[in-house]
């Protein structure tokens, strides 16, 4: 697909929500002081694009009022289906800003293709926080019968920032055989573009499967040094065990002499503890995290701040 210029002006290096997947598929490169060991990859520059509708709009299956996803499960402990993760944040138009209190409303199928168009199951909203991050946890949504082909496995979305306009799209998953027969999901130029819809999963160290969806939406946000982001200054090379119960060591790096901040956030972009906060020379450093025993279970945010710029997240989880 060819890009315009407005697109090439929206690239940028959006690597706090690349982080949110393990190391081992982390796809960006750092360019490192000689005196700490680099991380060789091909290109970590993402495209800024806006993000679109989907064709079906809507759908037939939608149901208004859906209740407050809580604990950050749409989908019940006891649904039957493969478990999947979705979390992303949200951004304004040039991803310089990340965009505080979004409403993103849910809803799919279950895991034999069927919607709940009687109650709320697999239906909620959610909030994106203060960092504009959202998460949750779901089944992975079953296939069915369009005419005579099968839609392939989607998510529908409503994200509504403060104060700015609706957006109505789906989001689908790389490898799904019947992405290229579906009407919406094939598309890939135009208002309806499909591409940045359709996201790679990958399988956890817990065994769910996880996904990262960046939305790029007109509204007013915050500034966090998103467009400002570099990872030859430092970032956090590994978490174990992930997940974790009683302690988790974090490994990072440090490329230039910096004061850094290693802290720990929840969901609601709250701090829970900061780990390490001095000024650092050139080398790699760990820290163990051991939070107290009455601290929920949940996925919490790792970071680590250098020169007070946010440089690179990671997610782990407290089981």
Not at 144 to 165: E, M, W
Not at 205 to 232: A, C, K
Not at 239 to 257: A, L, M, Q
């Amino acid at each position: 697909m060819e890009k315009n210029k407005k697109d090439d002006r929206r690239k940028f290096l959006k690597n706090t929500s690349l982080s949110l997947l393990s190391v081992a598929v982390f796809p960006s490169i750092i360019k490192a002081d000689n005196s700490v060991e680099s991380v060789d990859n091909k290109d970590f520059t993402l495209n800024c694009n806006q993000s679109t509708e989907d064709a079906y709009g809507q759908g037939p299956f939608y149901t208004a009022n859906a209740p407050t996803i809580q604990n950050n499960q749409l989908a019940d402990i006891n649904e039957v289906g493969t478990r999947i993760i979705i979390s992303g944040q949200v951004f304004n138009l040039e991803c310089s800003e990340v965009i505080p209190n979004t409403e993103i409303d849910i809803w799919h199928a279950n895991d034999a293709g069927e919607y709940d168009n009687i109650g709320y199951n697999l239906r909620g909203k959610t909030t994106t926080n203060s960092q504009g991050f959202y998460i949750f946890e779901s089944v992975k949504p079953g296939l069915y019968l369009n005419g005579s082909t099968f839609r392939p496995s989607h998510i529908h979305f409503k994200i509504t920032p403060p104060g700015f306009n609706t957006l109505i799209t789906q989001l689908y998953f790389q490898g799904d055989p019947y992405l290229s027969t579906d009407a919406a999901a094939s598309i890939t130029s135009g208002s309806f573009d499909a591409t940045n819809r359709i996201i790679p999963l990958v399988t956890n160290s817990n065994g769910d499967l996880e996904g990262i969806w960046d939305i790029v939406i007109d509204g007013n946000g915050v500034p966090v040094g998103t467009n400002n982001i570099h990872l030859d200054k430092g970032m956090i090379y590994s978490v174990s065990p992930n997940p974790f119960t009683n302690y988790i060591d974090i490994n990072y790096g440090v490329f230039i002499k910096s004061k850094v901040v290693i802290s720990v956030y929840n969901i609601r972009g709250e701090i829970v503890a900061n780990l390490d906060e001095r000024v650092l020379e050139p080398e790699r450093y760990s820290v163990s995290w051991k939070p107290h025993i009455n601290l929920p279970k949940g996925h919490y945010f790792i970071s680590i701040i250098i020169n007070d710029l946010q440089v690179h997240y990671t997610k782990v989880v407290r089981q």
